[in-house]
């Protein structure tokens, strides 16, 4: 799979297209990227996702939208479903002046279109002129093919990626999971703390996230750990620390890894959140908090095997 910044640099000559933010590539989503790769690979042609950072409601709206996914952990996704290319392009208030006929003419040129798949809700171009009915007759004109994949639902309502970040901006890990079709991820680069859980025996890795992630609410979760390709299972704690941190601003990620002795310092470490454990406490003395994460290992271990 090749990922790509912008549109320059990728010439094709007939391509499958989806188009859309596509933000946690939840089962929605998936059912949209399927169907384009089952096609476009039956005739022998590319598939192809564009898709867009930061979010376009974020730029015209002003308001941050945090994401379930960066532009690099939604390229994985798609790669994982079996698209070829994926085009992450910047969005700006200059593109979004483009008239659906502008924009589809040059992705007529640059990618060969010659199908292009949309969400039921899909809409483009200046004013979001570009609905499935403006594109269908642009399509005429150029000669590409327009499908509208229906929503999916299940037994909540239709699965959106709004519902989804409320899930887990209140710790509903669990839930959201379901929704997504796969196991919700934060990860980063591990840099060092206070290094305090070392002093009573549960030395955490510290993890330097993505500001513009959902943030699981404060707490314990139970979360699978990805060190390269080992695995291990993680009691991780997103909060203040407000045991010996109560003036902290922004909420920490640490994960202790469970079965685990080794320093890596500066290496890359991916979470997949399983379970929400217990709310994040504040205690009165360090022997209460040993005898809590004792349990949250406990916990842990059950919830994993």
């Known amino acids: 799979m090749n990922h790509y ?16 933010v596509f933000d946690g590539v939840h089962r929605g989503h998936q059912k949209i990227i399927r169907k384009l790769v ?33 532009p690099d952990e939604r390229a994985d996704l798609f790669a994982s479903l079996g698209v070829d290319h994926v085009i992450t392009q910047r969005f700006t208030r200059d593109l979004s002046t483009a008239t659906a006929q502008e924009y589809m003419s040059t992705l007529k040129q640059t990618l060969g279109l010659k199908r292009l798949l949309i969400g039921y809700d899909f809409a483009l ?32 309502g239709v699965i959106s990626s709004t519902e989804i970040r409320k899930l887990i901006s209140i710790g509903n890990v669990a839930e959201a999971n379901k929704l997504l079709g796969h196991n919700y991820i934060m990860s980063g680069e591990i840099i060092h703390g206070a290094e305090r859980g070392r002093t009573i025996g549960y030395p955490t890795a510290n993890i330097e996230y993505p500001a513009q992630k959902v943030t699981p609410s404060n707490g314990i979760y139970a979360c699978w750990a990805y060190v390269g390709e080992e695995k291990f299972m993680a009691a991780t704690n997103i909060g203040f620390n407000p ?24 290496q890359h470490l991916q979470l997949e959140f399983i379970s929400r454990i217990r709310d994040e406490l504040k205690f009165d003395s360090v022997n209460a908090l040993i005898e809590k994460i004792q349990d949250d290992v406990l916990q842990t271990r059950k919830i994993l095997s």
Not at 5 to 16: A, D, E, V
Not at 39 to 52: C, G, I, K, M, S
Not at 129 to 156: K, Q, T
Not at 245 to 261: G, H, N, Q
């Open 5 to 20: 910044h912008s549109l320059t640099g990728l010439t094709l000559q007939k391509s499958h297209l989806t188009i859309g």
């Open 38 to 70: 089952h096609e476009a690979h039956a005739q022998n042609d590319p598939a192809v996702v564009l898709t867009f950072d930061p979010h376009p409601a974020s730029v015209l709206s002003g308001h941050n939208i945090k994401c379930l996914t960066t």
């Open 125 to 156: 171009g200046k004013g979001r002129e570009g609905n499935a009915a403006r594109l269908a007759e642009i399509g005429r004109d150029m000669e590409y093919a327009v499908e509208v994949i229906p929503a999916l639902s299940d037994e909540s």
């Open 243 to 266: 045991t010996f941190t109560p003036e902290r601003e922004t909420p920490s990620l640490e994960a202790y890894l469970l079965d685990f002795d080794r320093d890596i310092y500066g």
